[in-house]
């Protein structure tokens, strides 16, 4: 648990903008094989602002990122 816990960390650092609340038990990780699985991710709204896109996120979710 230890293991996923640091991942995480180092993984809200980079989608943190992005993605709302990432823990642990969104994650899977084959520690053999190298996959990292992310399950039920919820967009933030401001996901895209820096991209100054003619779009606003109302509500976004990202089932299953692998």
Known sequence: MVF???VVDLINRYLGDFVENLDTSQLKI????GDVVLNNLNLKESALDDLDLPVKIKAGHI???R
């Open 4 to 6: 996923e816990s640091l």
């Open 30 to 33: 084959g520690i053999w094989g």
């Open 63 to 65: 089932g299953k990122y």
